[in-house]
Protein backbone atom coordinates (compact mmCIF):
# COMPACT_ATOMS: atom_id res chain seq x y z
CA UNK A 1 0.00 0.00 0.00
CA UNK A 2 1.66 3.45 -0.96
CA UNK A 3 2.17 6.08 1.65
CA UNK A 4 1.05 9.24 2.00
CA UNK A 5 2.94 11.49 -0.59
CA UNK A 6 3.85 15.37 -0.44
CA UNK A 7 5.73 17.64 -2.84
CA UNK A 8 7.46 19.66 -3.05
CA UNK A 9 10.13 18.28 0.01
CA UNK A 10 11.55 21.82 0.93
CA UNK A 11 11.32 25.08 -0.59
CA UNK A 12 12.75 28.26 -0.33
CA UNK A 13 10.90 31.78 -0.28
CA UNK A 14 11.07 35.36 0.73
CA UNK A 15 8.61 36.64 2.84
CA UNK A 16 6.07 38.09 0.88
CA UNK A 17 5.79 35.68 -1.91
CA UNK A 18 3.29 32.99 -2.40
CA UNK A 19 4.04 28.99 -2.04
CA UNK A 20 1.73 26.12 -2.64
CA UNK A 21 2.16 22.57 -1.29
CA UNK A 22 0.63 19.03 -2.74
CA UNK A 23 -0.85 16.13 -0.47
CA UNK A 24 -1.88 12.89 -2.02
CA UNK A 25 -3.31 10.43 0.66
CA UNK A 26 -3.58 6.78 1.14
CA UNK A 27 -6.17 5.43 -1.20
CA UNK A 28 -9.50 5.47 0.49
CA UNK A 29 -9.07 7.15 3.46
CA UNK A 30 -11.83 9.89 3.61
CA UNK A 31 -10.18 12.18 6.34
CA UNK A 32 -7.15 14.88 5.72
CA UNK A 33 -5.29 16.88 7.51
CA UNK A 34 -2.65 19.36 7.02
CA UNK A 35 -0.20 20.12 9.97
CA UNK A 36 1.95 22.58 10.73
CA UNK A 37 5.91 21.64 13.05
CA UNK A 38 7.32 23.93 13.55
CA UNK A 39 10.83 23.45 15.69
CA UNK A 40 11.03 22.01 18.68
CA UNK A 41 7.19 21.79 18.83
CA UNK A 42 4.67 18.90 17.77
CA UNK A 43 2.44 19.15 14.97
CA UNK A 44 -0.23 21.44 14.97
CA UNK A 45 -3.81 20.72 13.40
CA UNK A 46 -3.93 23.71 10.54
CA UNK A 47 -7.18 22.30 8.63
CA UNK A 48 -9.12 18.71 8.82
CA UNK A 49 -10.66 17.72 5.52
CA UNK A 50 -13.84 14.80 5.29
CA UNK A 51 -13.79 13.92 1.64
CA UNK A 52 -13.95 17.03 -0.24
CA UNK A 53 -15.50 19.70 3.11
CA UNK A 54 -14.03 20.82 5.37
CA UNK A 55 -14.91 19.88 9.40
CA UNK A 56 -12.21 21.90 11.52
CA UNK A 57 -10.51 24.96 10.01
CA UNK A 58 -10.29 26.88 13.48
CA UNK A 59 -6.41 27.29 13.56
CA UNK A 60 -5.85 28.03 9.96
CA UNK A 61 -4.71 32.01 9.49
CA UNK A 62 -7.41 31.95 7.06
CA UNK A 63 -5.91 35.97 6.00
CA UNK A 64 -3.32 33.99 4.33
CA UNK A 65 -3.56 30.32 4.58
CA UNK A 66 -6.12 28.35 2.58
CA UNK A 67 -6.94 25.07 1.36
CA UNK A 68 -8.87 22.98 -0.91
CA UNK A 69 -9.51 19.03 -1.71
CA UNK A 70 -12.03 19.95 -4.45
CA UNK A 71 -12.68 15.88 -5.50
CA UNK A 72 -11.71 14.22 -2.05
CA UNK A 73 -8.60 13.09 -2.72
CA UNK A 74 -5.79 14.99 -3.31
CA UNK A 75 -5.39 18.65 -1.62
CA UNK A 76 -3.31 21.69 -1.82
CA UNK A 77 -1.88 24.19 1.11
CA UNK A 78 -0.83 27.81 -0.03
CA UNK A 79 0.18 30.61 1.81
CA UNK A 80 -0.37 33.88 0.63
CA UNK A 81 1.86 36.13 1.28
CA UNK A 82 4.48 34.01 3.12
CA UNK A 83 5.62 35.42 6.72
CA UNK A 84 9.30 34.58 8.32
CA UNK A 85 6.81 32.88 10.84
CA UNK A 86 5.64 30.47 8.74
CA UNK A 87 8.84 28.62 8.26
CA UNK A 88 8.19 25.37 9.68
CA UNK A 89 7.58 21.89 8.17
CA UNK A 90 3.80 21.13 6.48
CA UNK A 91 2.76 17.18 7.27
CA UNK A 92 0.02 15.63 5.68
CA UNK A 93 -1.80 12.93 7.26
CA UNK A 94 -4.60 10.85 6.23
CA UNK A 95 -7.07 8.17 7.59
CA UNK A 96 -9.42 6.11 6.85
CA UNK A 97 -13.10 5.82 8.05
CA UNK A 98 -12.96 4.56 11.48
CA UNK A 99 -9.96 4.51 12.16
CA UNK A 100 -8.29 6.33 15.09
CA UNK A 101 -4.07 6.20 13.43
CA UNK A 102 -3.12 8.49 10.99
CA UNK A 103 -0.60 8.30 8.57
CA UNK A 104 1.50 10.60 8.20
CA UNK A 105 3.87 11.92 4.63
CA UNK A 106 7.47 13.16 4.25
CA UNK A 107 6.60 16.54 4.92
CA UNK A 108 7.48 19.63 3.30
CA UNK A 109 10.45 21.68 4.76
CA UNK A 110 9.54 25.34 4.33
CA UNK A 111 12.28 27.82 4.60
CA UNK A 112 10.88 32.04 4.63
CA UNK A 113 13.56 33.95 4.56
CA UNK B 1 -8.32 23.85 25.60
CA UNK B 2 -7.01 20.92 24.86
CA UNK B 3 -3.84 20.31 26.53
CA UNK B 4 -0.55 17.99 25.92
CA UNK B 5 2.50 17.48 28.32
CA UNK B 6 5.50 15.35 27.64
CA UNK B 7 8.58 15.32 29.47
CA UNK B 8 11.35 15.05 29.92
CA UNK B 9 11.80 17.33 26.70
CA UNK B 10 14.87 15.86 26.06
CA UNK B 11 17.25 12.30 27.09
CA UNK B 12 20.60 11.37 26.23
CA UNK B 13 21.58 7.71 27.43
CA UNK B 14 23.53 4.86 26.09
CA UNK B 15 22.96 1.39 24.23
CA UNK B 16 21.67 -0.64 26.35
CA UNK B 17 19.96 1.50 29.05
CA UNK B 18 16.05 1.94 29.99
CA UNK B 19 14.16 4.71 29.24
CA UNK B 20 10.52 5.97 30.22
CA UNK B 21 8.80 8.96 28.16
CA UNK B 22 5.87 10.28 30.05
CA UNK B 23 3.06 11.75 28.92
CA UNK B 24 0.14 14.21 30.62
CA UNK B 25 -2.70 14.94 29.34
CA UNK B 26 -6.06 17.56 29.80
CA UNK B 27 -8.67 16.99 27.16
CA UNK B 28 -12.75 17.02 26.69
CA UNK B 29 -13.86 14.03 25.38
CA UNK B 30 -10.86 11.53 25.67
CA UNK B 31 -10.93 8.48 23.20
CA UNK B 32 -7.75 7.57 22.26
CA UNK B 33 -3.77 8.23 23.00
CA UNK B 34 -1.22 8.00 20.39
CA UNK B 35 2.37 7.30 20.00
CA UNK B 36 4.65 8.59 17.07
CA UNK B 37 8.47 7.92 16.45
CA UNK B 38 9.49 10.96 14.66
CA UNK B 39 12.58 10.35 12.38
CA UNK B 40 14.01 12.99 10.05
CA UNK B 41 10.33 14.20 8.94
CA UNK B 42 7.21 11.55 9.28
CA UNK B 43 5.89 10.53 12.39
CA UNK B 44 5.45 6.97 12.26
CA UNK B 45 2.44 5.35 14.49
CA UNK B 46 3.64 3.15 17.21
CA UNK B 47 0.84 2.64 19.68
CA UNK B 48 -2.77 3.46 20.17
CA UNK B 49 -4.62 3.54 23.91
CA UNK B 50 -7.95 3.61 24.80
CA UNK B 51 -8.30 1.46 27.90
CA UNK B 52 -6.93 2.21 31.37
CA UNK B 53 -4.00 -0.71 33.04
CA UNK B 54 -3.94 -2.50 29.09
CA UNK B 55 0.22 -2.50 28.27
CA UNK B 56 0.20 -2.04 24.52
CA UNK B 57 3.58 -4.27 23.66
CA UNK B 58 6.24 -4.40 20.37
CA UNK B 59 9.33 -5.60 21.02
CA UNK B 60 11.60 -3.74 23.17
CA UNK B 61 8.68 -0.97 23.12
CA UNK B 62 6.16 -0.78 25.95
CA UNK B 63 2.99 1.58 26.97
CA UNK B 64 0.55 1.96 29.10
CA UNK B 65 -2.64 4.46 29.94
CA UNK B 66 -4.23 5.48 33.29
CA UNK B 67 -7.32 7.65 32.39
CA UNK B 68 -7.84 8.71 36.28
CA UNK B 69 -4.43 9.96 36.70
CA UNK B 70 -4.21 11.08 33.11
CA UNK B 71 -1.01 9.98 31.82
CA UNK B 72 0.67 7.31 29.83
CA UNK B 73 4.05 5.90 30.10
CA UNK B 74 6.43 4.70 26.85
CA UNK B 75 9.11 2.38 27.75
CA UNK B 76 11.73 1.23 26.19
CA UNK B 77 14.47 -1.42 27.13
CA UNK B 78 17.55 -1.99 25.77
CA UNK B 79 18.02 0.92 24.08
CA UNK B 80 19.74 0.79 20.83
CA UNK B 81 21.14 4.23 18.74
CA UNK B 82 18.46 3.47 16.08
CA UNK B 83 15.88 4.36 18.73
CA UNK B 84 17.11 7.81 18.84
CA UNK B 85 14.42 9.94 17.31
CA UNK B 86 11.97 12.12 18.64
CA UNK B 87 8.72 10.50 20.27
CA UNK B 88 5.43 12.15 20.22
CA UNK B 89 2.30 11.75 22.23
CA UNK B 90 -1.03 12.47 20.94
CA UNK B 91 -5.20 12.22 22.18
CA UNK B 92 -7.72 12.51 20.41
CA UNK B 93 -11.17 13.14 21.24
CA UNK B 94 -14.18 11.27 21.76
CA UNK B 95 -16.14 9.15 18.44
CA UNK B 96 -18.70 11.18 16.66
CA UNK B 97 -19.43 14.51 16.18
CA UNK B 98 -17.18 16.33 13.51
CA UNK B 99 -14.25 16.57 16.26
CA UNK B 100 -13.91 12.93 15.85
CA UNK B 101 -10.03 12.24 14.67
CA UNK B 102 -8.67 15.16 15.26
CA UNK B 103 -5.40 14.70 17.47
CA UNK B 104 -3.68 17.28 19.69
CA UNK B 105 0.09 16.36 19.96
CA UNK B 106 2.74 17.68 22.95
CA UNK B 107 5.54 18.90 21.86
CA UNK B 108 7.40 15.67 21.82
CA UNK B 109 10.30 13.96 24.03
CA UNK B 110 13.90 14.11 22.18
CA UNK B 111 15.87 10.91 22.32
CA UNK B 112 19.37 10.50 21.97
CA UNK B 113 21.40 6.94 22.28
CA UNK B 114 24.89 7.14 22.29
CA UNK B 115 26.93 3.79 21.57
Known amino acids: EAGVAQSPRYKIIEKRQSVAFWCNPI?????LYWYQQILGQGPKLLIQ????????DSQLPKDRFSAERLKGVDSTLKIQPAKLEDSAVYLC???????????FGPGTRLTVL | EDKVVQSPLSLVVHEGDTVTLNCSYE??????LLWYKQEKKAPTFLFMLTSSGIEKKSGRLSSILDKKELFSILNITATQTGDSAVYLCAVGPNAGGTSYGKLTFGQGTILTVHP
Open chain 1, 93 to 103: ASRRSGGASQY
Open chain 2, 27 to 32: VTNFRS
Open chain 1, 49 to 56: FQNNGVVD
Open chain 1, 27 to 31: SGHAT
